[in-house]
């Protein structure tokens, strides 16, 4: 069987497990009764409408500028402007399952992650690990093989991160003076080779649980580390103005929706003494099945408090990310629970204000850090099959946030419609004629176009 007859037949049969299982199949009561309230679906509902659709008015007319009444017009969505993402950290790394994974990532996300991990690009002082053909290192590959790919298939990448705690290599200095020069240099470095190919970066992760042993580590100030404005502001030196610079942290800042919110409370003093973040960052791993059913039968996974997070969260005028996410399928019902969590979450993402992606972290099971692979959180098995999970988000992606409509223009020409953002397709048919038309629909207002045939 050939790889596209393989999934086509697996594809058909995760659709079945998907439906064949009841939607609350393992999960608890009150995360079946929070996310089902219809008032929390017409918030996302509604959210959906407002954040991610405009109104369009499409003009057909003649050579002579008369108004074509009676065309037939076919609108056809090529892709999103939102950005739906996987981290790419074992790319060119699966052997014969090169393709398959390609594939796979391909099929559902225009936005891909490059690992930047310090220990992973310069693992011995001085000898940079950035150009195809550098050593081999397991979910490291060298960036320019992503940058590569993403330019061959229109992704838009990020590189992750600039600045971490961890993952650095054994040759760092303990001295902080000495540890903020090598920092200077390693921004440049990678500014000048890939700030032009690469427009988002995490510039500082995880600056809230920054542990004491890290040289830049301040104990009189946990809440505000002195090293988080300091970055922003040498990576500003280096980086193009267009490059989309972001504070990252962890899973726990998806709540509280108030200010007692570390993470909130730590952008806003940021921004209010001028330092240029430029996006926030929430990352959202359950790296067992134990922490994901903690998390589901909680009071935190709560759909009405993740929303007003976010929604105080983008009163900063910032866009928002969702950087990192690990939702699992072991355990009992597992496929099933994963499928239905990844339906529900991601559609309450894509309703939330200036959100402006979501990255899954891991693409197949068997991909995964560490131990973190215990929870068997990749939307597909080991085989590069896709889940019931994978199937959900193609549906949500592909079918469900695409619009696609034919219809016919009125009699002064026109043709109105709403839809999500994104490139489109037109294709017009009038008095035995066809031609094709490109236009984006843009979250800037109504989108007004006028379509000349021949």
Known sequence: ???????????????????????????????????????????????????????????????????????????????????????????????????????????????????????????????????????????????????????????????????????????????????????HKRFREIADRYAKDIPIWDGVNESLVCPSHYPLFSAENRNDPPYVPWAFTEEQKVFRPENLLILNDVTSFNRPANDTNR?????????????????????????????????????RCDPATLLDTYELFAKLGLPLWVTEITIGSAGDDGLAIQARVVRDIYRLWFAAPKMAGITWWNLGDGTAHGNEGRAGGGLTDVDLNPKPAYKALDQRINHDWKTNLETKSDARGNVTFRGFHGSYEIRVTAGGKTKTFEMTVGANGPVKETLTMP
Not at 65 to 86: D, E, M, N
Not at 268 to 282: A, D, K, N
Request: proline share 7%.
């Open 263 to 299: 993470f909130y409370r730590q952008c806003t003093r940021l921004l209010e003494s001028g330092v240029p973040i430029e996006g926030i960052g929430f990352q959202f791993h359950y790296f067992s099945r134990k922490s994901l059913d903690g998390y589901l039968g909680g009071d």
């Open 1 to 183: 069987m050939n790889v596209r007859a393989r999934w086509i037949a697996v594809t058909v049969s995760a659709a079945f497990v998907a439906v064949g299982r009841p939607a609350g199949a393992g999960l608890p009561e009150n995360y079946l009764r929070r996310w089902d309230d219809p008032a929390v679906q017409k918030r996302m509902d509604d959210g959906i409408e407002r954040n991610r659709k405009s109104d369009a008015v499409l003009r057909i007319v003649g050579p002579d500028g008369r108004p074509v009444a009676g065309a037939g017009v076919k609108i056809t969505q090529k892709s999103h402007a939102f950005l739906f993402g996987c981290n790419i950290f074992v790319l060119g790394q699966m052997k014969e399952k090169n393709k398959a994974y390609e594939e796979a990532f391909l099929k559902l996300f225009n936005f891909a992650t490059v690992p930047f991990y310090w220990a992973g690009t310069e693992p011995e002082q001085g000898k940079l690990r950035l150009a195809e053909g550098s050593s081999y290192f397991w979910r490291r590959p060298p960036p320019d093989r992503a940058v590569a790919f993403g330019k061959e298939h229109g992704l838009t990448l990020k590189g992750h991160p600039l600045l971490w705690h961890a993952h650095n290599p054994e040759w760092l200095p303990k001295d902080p003076g000495e540890l903020k020069r090598l920092y």
